[in-house]
């Protein structure tokens, strides 16, 4: 198993930026594909991001929603346990509690497929 902890969200006015990032703890974080999601009030979950188990930025596989696409990127660090996602140019319709998922197998942007789940974190951006 493993245990996903949220960190990094806050308050932002439109066009600035935040860092999210998950802190894995357990085993063999590695062979985990990790993806970020969403869920604003009143609204489904959604995809944001994932990224396959390598580590490697030379070999790493990403999925990226279209809604955010060029605007945030999805990055991994093996040897720290932690997938972060960097959110620029962000607008009020990206406000949302963000979540940190983590499957094995193959790389997937569906909410189902994932295992795994923190507990969130939330982002507001103000216009």
């Known amino acids: 198993q493993v245990q996903l902890v949220e960190s990094g969200g806050g308050l932002v006015q439109a066009g600035g930026s935040l860092r999210l990032s998950c802190a894995a703890s357990?085993?063999?974080?590695?062979?985990?594909?990790m993806g970020w999601f969403r869920q604003a009030p009143g609204k489904e979950r959604e995809f944001v991001a994932a990224?396959?188990?390598?580590?490697?930025?030379?070999?790493?596989?990403?999925l990226c929603a279209d809604s955010v696409k060029g605007r945030f990127t999805i990055s991994r660090d093996n040897a720290k346990n932690t997938v972060s996602l960097q959110m620029n140019s962000l607008k009020p319709e990206d406000t949302a509690v963000y979540y940190c998922?983590?499957?094995?197998?193959?790389?997937?942007?569906?909410?189902?497929?994932?295992?795994?789940w923190g507990q969130g974190t939330q982002v507001t951006v103000s216009s």
């Open positions: 357990g085993h063999s974080f590695g062979t985990y594909n």
């Open positions: 990224i396959s188990r390598s580590g490697d930025s030379t070999y790493d596989m990403t």
């Open positions: 998922a983590a499957r094995l197998g193959f790389l997937a942007s569906t909410i189902d497929e994932y295992d795994y």
